[in-house]
């Protein structure tokens, strides 16, 4: 597939998700001229092939490729809060606080099951009990894939099971000032219904958070079109009931103010079917390039153009002590080791990450292309 035939193929989804979300259905002459195995690769790198294919599924289209991922995205949601109502009682029962994040929240939002695809479960919960919650993870037969590193720990259950505990929303290797503004997140939380120890973000704050966490994905690796249809899809459900004076306030406080009147218009614009301007147009490119996840190559781009090629390759080759004590706790005690551990993780990298290591010092040397050179903080 061409750059053209891709980004064809993107504005397609685009077309399709807004239908289903919208309740409209797609119109048939504009459904019969798309090359629906161009439409998959698309969407499925965007992670909207459930969305996708209900759209195509109310136009009368019948394909194969989209019935199963429409099979599989219901299947693994209805897995998932099969899993989550048991990990959520294990938290009750042991008496720890915790709140449901991002997908698990939005998806109750889109109009059907599974047309919210989610690639793992998110929970904050309290910090202090981590070594509890690893107990109950691995009660309910979850196998520990990483803990003790970072903000999360991550468990996976066979066959598509991810579940990340968050001890926090953001830390030292994030922007500081979303790490500060989170440090006491639980005095930004309301008490949920319904239950002993469950906690929810107001409908101001739940949106503040998600705009956050998309411009943490934005300015790194880049993030998607199902980033954009979250925005939407959000705001159609609380858009003229949210307090935007309070909004505005707080993210002036992150810095992210002018990124969250970008990134709200042209998700209006674009899942609304208003035309974009220019600004919005750019902006648009970044997300269909990124997929759903990001790319290494937009993630150097974006770290070269806040430290300079020098600075980049030097952060990446010596990190912080904040940056590597969260991957190795040890260092809490044995600081005089960071040199060791410099040494370790570039021979590690070297001996199993060399693809990705090649990437970065591949866009270390590249000149930043034009229409990349507005600051993603612009």
């Known amino acids: 597939m061409t750059k053209e035939e891709y980004r064809q193929s993107c504005l397609d989804v685009v077309y399709l998700a807004a239908c289903a979300v919208n309740g409209e259905t797609p119109d048939t002459d504009r459904v019969s001229g798309m090359n629906l195995a161009n ?101 309910l037969g979850f196998t520990t894939e990483h803990f003790g590193t970072g903000t999360h720990d991550v468990y996976h259950k066979p066959p598509v099971l991810n579940f990340e505990m968050h001890r926090a929303l953001f830390g030292p290797s994030h922007d500081n000032r979303f790490a500060e503004y989170y440090a006491d997140v639980k005095s930004r939380l309301v008490k949920d219904e319904g239950n002993a120890f469950g906690y929810r973000f107001t409908p101001e704050d739940f949106y ?51 990124f969250e009147a970008r990134n709200r218009s042209l998700a209006l614009h674009l899942f609304g079917g208003e035309e974009l301007t220019a600004d919005e147009e750019e902006m648009l490119g970044v997300f269909l390039e990124s997929g759903t996840f990001g790319t290494v190559p937009r993630w150097a781009e974006n770290q070269i153009r806040r430290r300079g090629r020098a600075g980049y390759l030097l952060s990446r080759t010596f990190p912080s002590y904040k940056v590597m004590v969260c991957l190795y706790p040890v260092l809490k005690s044995l600081p005089v080791l960071l040199p060791v551990f ?37």
């Open 39 to 139: 439409l998959y690769e698309a969407a499925q790198r965007h992670l909207l092939g459930c969305v996708t294919a209900m759209a195509l599924e109310s136009a009368g289209v019948k394909d194969e490729a989209f019935a199963q991922a429409r099979w599989k995205a219901v299947r693994k949601s209805l897995t998932f809060d099969t899993e989550r109502a048991a990990v959520l009682d294990g938290l009750e029962e042991a008496g720890i606080w915790y709140m449901p994040l991002k997908g698990s929240v939005l998806k109750t939002l889109y109009p059907k099951i599974g047309m919210r695809q989610m690639a793992d479960s998110d929970i904050l919960f309290d910090p202090t009990r981590a070594d509890d919650v690893r107990g109950i993870m691995e009660s």
């Open 208 to 258: 503040i958070y998600i705009t956050v966490h998309e411009y943490k994905h934005y300015s790194s690796g880049g993030t998607g079109l199902r980033s954009l249809l979250d925005t939407y899809v959000y705001l159609k459900k609380y858009g003229d009931t949210l307090d935007r004076a309070c909004i505005a306030g707080e993210l002036d406080k992150l810095g992210i103010a002018d």
């Open 342 to 378: 410099w040494i370790w993780r570039l021979v590690r990298a070297l001996a199993m990450k060399r693809g990705t290591v090649f990437i970065q010092l591949k866009a270390a040397f590249r000149p930043v292309r034009d229409a990349e050179k507005r600051s993603p903080e612009s």
